[in-house]
């Protein structure tokens, strides 16, 4: 699954832009918009986040 913006608790901080390898994340005002097709999962949008506000849900199987 492609990582996952939570609005509730994003600070627009722009950290998560510039640390993912594919520019898959936008930047948008006051959205976060993830390319879901560009999205390889390397989780370094996580990582990086102060407030836990990207998350990649696990695969199922
Ligand atoms: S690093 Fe976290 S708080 Fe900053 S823009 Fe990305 S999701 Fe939002
Ligand atoms: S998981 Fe990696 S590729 Fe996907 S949006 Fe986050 S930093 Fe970019």
Redesign the pocket.
């Known amino acids: 699954m492609?990582?996952k913006n939570d609005p509730q608790k994003c600070l627009y901080c722009a950290g998560?832009l510039i640390?993912?390898?594919?520019?898959?994340?936008e930047l948008a005002e006051t959205r976060i918009i993830?390319?879901e097709a560009?999205?390889?999962?390397?989780?370094?949008?996580?990582r990086?986040c102060p407030v836990g506000a990207?998350s990649?849900a696990k695969k199922v199987s």
């Not at 640390?19 to 994340?25: D, L």
């Not at 560009?38 to 996580?46: D, P, Q």
């Open positions: 492609p990582a998560c640390v993912c390898p594919v520019a898959a994340i993830i390319d560009k999205c390889i999962e390397c989780g370094a949008c996580v990086v990207m990649i």
